[in-house]
């Protein structure tokens, strides 16, 4: 296509309502952490990449209740205590930290669920 009949497309989509970056980040949130049990700061991470701004960063974070997101990430937890529960005690714990990391899970989060399970 034309340029010009691009933007007209694009113009249109976005009037109509069938583009829209809020729903999109409010959607994206939902969806990875009940779906792939992601943390607040992963998402938000891919947020960002994703060019999106501030303000849908921070709508999209309301999709997450407190309740869900605290019950979300002691049973992610244990589940993975579980999985290194044969290995020494030092090695469950880096092994459970680093798995929480990279799911994006708060670390003061983690430290205080460590400390508390060992």
Do not use: C
Not at 54 to 70: C, M, R
Not at 94 to 117: C, D, P, Q, S
């Amino acid at each position: 296509m034309i340029p010009s009949a691009q933007e007209l497309i694009i113009t249109e989509l976005i009037e109509e309502n069938y583009l829209n970056e809020s729903r999109f980040a409010q959607s994206f949130a939902r969806g990875k952490f009940r779906i792939k049990k992601w943390g607040k700061q992963r998402i938000v991470r891919e947020l960002k990449a994703r060019k999106m701004s501030a303000y849908n960063i921070k709508l999209a974070l309301k999709e997450i209740s407190d309740s869900d997101y605290q019950s979300t990430f002691f049973s992610l937890f244990e589940k993975r205590k579980e999985a290194v529960s044969h290995e020494s005690i030092p090695i469950q714990k880096k092994k459970i930290l680093a798995f929480m990391v990279y799911r994006g899970w708060e670390t003061h989060l983690i430290y205080t669920a460590l400390n508390e399970a060992f």
